[in-house]
């Protein structure tokens, strides 16, 4: 079955919405050009750098969330490994390494074929998923890169979950 591809005019720009988000947020950005939009999000753990791009010929908004964590030769393997271990547990995007620039980063797009609008809530709940997704498991990277843990002992310490309060 062929698809087809017809483009419909739209009414806002999918990149006007997030910049509305970051703008009612006070959150530090940067929009270059029309089809992205590059926005600083503190953490818990460490500030991270979002970019949400408009892919025109795949109508879709695409979010990448990065976070700086300096990889060496020695560590790549098992970074490979927890990267692995971390994607099965998630439902929504995927984390991936990005040598060039040195950098971790949680991936997901949201489809708005057709000429489909992207709704404020949509883009609030993407970007809210990426800094959950980074916070969760920014430890496991720690552990594996800076502790030397191998992949499953991070995901082992960094998942334990406590129950009450000391």
């Given at each position: 079955m062929p698809v087809t591809h017809s483009r419909i005019a739209r009414t806002e720009h999918p990149?006007?919405?997030?910049?509305?988000?970051?703008?009612?947020?006070a959150w530090s950005f940067d929009r270059e050009d029309d089809d992205e939009i590059s926005i600083t999000v503190g953490g818990g753990w460490t500030d991270y750098h979002?970019?949400?791009?408009?892919?025109?010929?795949v109508e879709a908004l695409h979010l990448g969330c990065a976070f700086d964590l300096r990889v060496a030769e020695r560590n790549r393997g098992e970074l490979q490994k927890l990267i692995t271990l971390i994607n099965a547990q998630l439902w929504i995007g995927h984390f991936g390494h990005w040598e060039q620039e040195k950098v971790i980063l949680f991936r997901h797009s949201i489809i708005l074929a057709g000429g489909t609008a992207p709704s404020r809530s949509q883009c609030e709940a993407a970007l809210q998923a990426a800094i959950a997704a980074c916070e969760r498991y920014y430890q496991c990277f720690q552990f594996v890169l800076w502790s030397g843990k191998t992949a499953q002992e991070a995901m082992d310490a960094a998942m334990f979950e406590t129950v009450g309060e000391a």
């Open positions: 990149v006007d919405v997030v910049e509305q988000i970051a703008a009612g947020n979002v970019a949400f791009t408009w892919l025109a010929d």
